[in-house]
């Protein structure tokens, strides 16, 4: 079993950051790509970034140069730097990992909220 744990969301200000942060643990043999995905009241959820084990990273283009995703794979942690927040960025933030535990599967978080006010 692979649970998954996000933080770091809150209430931040237009223009602000914040930092969340997503931690794997459980019977984990390896993992491939992380990444984050957000859903607003009422919207679908959306892509935002991936990361492979090797680094490599692609971003949405609605999040592109404003936010940075990285990963800690001795931790198998994944972060999601927001930066220049807008008030259409609040929704929940829930992370995934591409993992091994019995099976290859994709593995959510239960989410994590981030309000952005004007």
């Known amino acids: 079993q692979v649970q998954l744990v996000e933080s770091g969301g809150g209430l931040v200000q237009a223009g602000g950051s914040l930092r969340l942060s997503c931690a794997a643990s459980g019977s984990i043999f390896s993992i491939n790509a992380m990444g984050w995905y957000r859903q607003a009241p009422g919207k679908q959820r959306e892509f935002l970034a991936a990361i492979t084990k090797g680094g490599s990273a692609n971003y949405a283009d609605s999040v592109k140069g404003r936010f940075t995703i990285s990963r800690d794979n001795a931790k198998n942690t994944v972060y999601l730097q927001t930066n220049t927040l807008k008030q259409e960025d609040t929704a929940d933030y829930y992370c995934?990992?591409?993992?091994?535990?019995?099976?290859?599967?994709?593995?959510w978080g239960q989410g994590t909220q981030v309000t952005v006010s004007s």
């Open positions: 995934f990992a591409d993992a091994l535990a019995t099976v290859w599967d994709d593995y």
